[in-house]
């Protein structure tokens, strides 16, 4: 057992999603959404933090480590679960990050999916895309999404992540799992072999770069269906993304190439709920409609967001319009609510309406008084 095996399970105990280890500072954890300190650890020293991060590497990890200064690896402790960890050198020394991967899978339903979303793990081929900033829970939905696959689908189902979070164990489905630096060098280079393999679905863990966008699409055009994450916020600056990786003369035939593969984009955030502890999903999804896909060919993107708006009935939802869903039924505070929205003024329109039926309830119970 490795001596910084006590501090992980203690975090985890914490319902902590995350843990920070630095030099000249107590261990931290993100604890629905912000950082605290641990308390019961002292301030840890540099060679501490040394002794104690580099035990927990494989010698391959301990050379790579060495050569690039960073390392992305999982971990795992018997009985107790597994971590997506980053080790890397800074001003006060070397520090990491632990990301707590829940022991269990989470359903669809359970972290609120809508059936449109769900729909999408039974289609033979396209692409769709789980967006949204760091730590959005993009992972978690990824996971629920290949484990419906898995139990309603007899298919081959191939994953290439970097590192390995969630493990399936095989259902209806047969899922094969590959780890980027262990079992293939890059997401590209898996990518170009998977096609080999006969797979079904395909899961990129990560589209990080030019080719493995291009390849991932073409895996979709091609016959399969494939799911992947991107770092973006909303639907339309996901499709500006990706299109504008690529140099301008290639621009064209990939706005041609994702109008025909994609399928759609699910874009998330994880909120504070209204009790402060726990976490509340918000999303938004993009159905890749006739009407979409033509917005896409055309390089009108600016554009989607209205489209979504007339697009309701195929199961379309905007970020904004959730979040205000999410404040009616009282599962978020509204200064929650005044972070995350964009439209500023939609949260306005609430909170008067709010106050005006504020104002209204206190007459009414004034007259009853009287």
Do not use: W
């Amino acid at each position: 057992m490795a001596a910084i095996d006590s501090l992980l399970v203690r975090a985890k105990e914490m319902r902590a999603s995350d843990v920070h280890l630095c030099s000249k500072s107590p261990p931290m954890t993100r604890l629905y959404g912000n950082i605290v300190k641990m308390e019961g650890f002292d301030v840890r020293t540099p060679q501490l933090n040394e002794r104690e991060l580099l035990e927990v590497m494989t010698e391959a990890q301990l050379q790579e480590f060495d050569r690039h200064k960073e390392i992305d690896f999982s971990y795992a402790i018997h009985g107790v679960g597994r971590f997506r960890v980053n080790i890397h050198q800074e001003e006060r020394g070397i520090s990491g990050a632990f990301r707590i991967i829940p022991s269990e899978i989470r359903s669809a339903d359970s972290i609120g999916l809508p059936e449109v979303v769900k729909e999408v793990t039974r289609r033979e081929q396209g692409l769709f895309l789980v967006t949204g900033p760091s730590g959005c829970g993009k992972s978690t939905t990824l996971a629920a999404l290949v484990d419906l696959i898995n139990h309603e689908r007899a298919c081959h189902v191939v994953t290439i992540e970097d590192p390995i979070e969630f493990q399936y164990v095989n259902d209806k489905a047969y899922v094969d799992q590959r780890e980027v630096g262990t079992h293939t060098r890059t997401f590209a280079s898996a990518l170009r072999s998977v096609v080999r393999e006969n797979p079904d679905v395909i899961v990129v863990g990560e589209m990080r770069d030019l080719e493995t966008i291009s390849l991932a699409v073409s895996a979709a055009e091609t016959g399969h269906l494939v799911f992947s994450t991107l770092h973006t916020r909303g639907a339309a600056k996901t499709v500006e993304r990706i299109i504008n990786v690529f140099p301008p003369e290639q621009q064209f035939m990939m706005r041609t190439m994702l109008g025909e593969s994609l399928v759609g984009v699910l874009s998330q955030q994880l909120m504070r709920n209204r009790a402060g502890d726990g976490m509340v999903l918000a999303i938004e999804v993009m159905i890749n409609t006739p009407a979409v896909a033509s917005l896409i060919r055309h390089g009108d993107t600016y554009r989607v967001p209205s489209a979504m708006q007339t697009g309701k009935k195929f199961g379309m939802q905007i970020m904004d319009e959730h979040i205000i869903e999410l404040l009616r039924a009282n599962k978020i505070d509204p200064k929650v609510a005044q972070v995350k929205i964009e439209d500023k003024g939609l949260l306005r329109e609430y909170l008067q309406e709010q106050q005006k039926e504020g104002q209204k309830r206190k007459k009414g119970q004034a007259k009853e008084g009287a």
